[in-house]
């Protein structure tokens, strides 16, 4: 009874502030989101069954991006259009409530993660339920309806669809076997899918906005790098529990965001790029000794988005302000040089191939049409290759003289895909699969005769090359299919794919 007549209290007090900011003075956002809001978004605003609405997670979309969503909804999903129900003023308070810090800082600690945790276990299963190669099948991550499709790679017809967290992004990361496949998304949930028996098996929110995950090289743990908070969790890869979360913070306690976590399987260890410290972490995954030692690398500025040598004895980095990179040498923890690279060097999707009897790397950029091409026996520049425009991504594999990239970010050439002679460093061939559309991130199949591009767009496809001849094989069609990633190509670490 008393705490009905609560709840009574808090409608009238609701409808109060809602009429009185009508009438009289801007709108109370807060007052609004809980009455409007809160239901899908959680009250707290980490989420529920619509996405969580925090700064950091929503970065991309801003402030006019959230008002749009807000005022004309997101078709074929449960966000309606609220402009019936809400003036004008009322959804920009709102767009510029949920795109601003939460009055109190948001707790996501270990009770939390591990309250989260839902476990499906399976039952045991002695192989796949289809008779396809489950080494070289394509997890694809369709972003715009958030659904992931398994393809076999030999004939490329879908097996299996299933919907997604919101928002999965950072690359999915395969178990050594290739049969479990791990997902983060960008409000922080961790899925472990079967693909054999094609299930969910565990999830768990590791945080509340994370930046992708990386699996130990014995396959046993999961790290997941958090923007919100700033901790680096570690989970054990076989139910997701939590093993360990680090606090991180420089030497001097500053708090620091984790901007990725990347395997280094010569290594055995975790390697951590900070967002805001001027430091490397590399965390041990050895069974032996004690679990989890830190070594903290030293730098002299942060560095964020990784390329590894192909030995994992040196890490390019990217200087935040997008001009050039350094070069960290992990034994000894030196700078050991540093290389002008003018257009925002997009070095996580950098990968490496022999030339002339030395190992290169190449990476594309987000701000300029070239791929730079770097010698990693001395970190000199020997390449710059124009390409119609920025893009994102760079592919190949050990099977192919060619390397692909897109030029998803220029307004004129975005339906463009360059095909590039890995020992000439030429530009032999451009590809318009889609024109007008959005066409990025090529992966080969597990022979390297086979490459599939992706039209990013809510109508896209998923369009596979027949490798040598650059005719179309096969089109599929997927919503938005941000990434593609074959089996056996990620658990043998091709150098013609990122990991
Ligand atoms: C019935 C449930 C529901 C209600 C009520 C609701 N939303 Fe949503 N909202 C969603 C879902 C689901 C999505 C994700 C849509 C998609 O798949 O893109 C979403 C997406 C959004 C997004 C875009 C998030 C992103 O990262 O792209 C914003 C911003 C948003 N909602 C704000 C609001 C605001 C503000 C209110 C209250 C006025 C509200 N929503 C009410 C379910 C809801």
Redesign the pocket.
Known sequence: MQRRSRMLENCVGLIFALTFSAAHAAPDAAA??QA??A???GSDRFGA???A?LPD??GR?GKAG?QA??RDG?AG????A?KSA?DDDSIKA?AAY?TAPPATAPVWGRAQIEASRVLTPEPAATKPVYSADPLNLFVVVEGG??HVSIVDGDSFAPLYRFASR??LHGGPKFTPDGRYVFFSSRDGWVTKFDLWTLKVTAEIRAGLNSRNIALSKDGRHVAVANYLPDTLVILSSVDLSVEKILDVADRNGKASRVSAVYQAPPRDSFVVALKDAPEIWEISTAAQGEPFTLRRIALTTPLDDFFFDPAYLHVLGAHQAGDKAIVVDLDSGEEVATLPLPGMPHLGSGISWTRDGHVVMATPHLKDGRISVIDTTDWKLIAEIPTPGPGYFLRSHDNTPYAWADSSLSPQHRDEISIIDKQSLTLVRTLKPAPGKATAHVEFDRSGKHALVSVMEKDGALIVYDAVTFQEIKRLPMSKPIGKYNVYNKITFSQGTSH
């Not at 999903?77 to 309606?80: D, E, G, L, N, Q």
């Open positions: 609004l989101y409007h809001c239901a899908c978004h069954i619509g996405p609405l997670n929503l979309l959230a969503v807000i997101r999903t449960k966000m309606r609220f809400l709102l949920v309806d958030h919101f928002a």
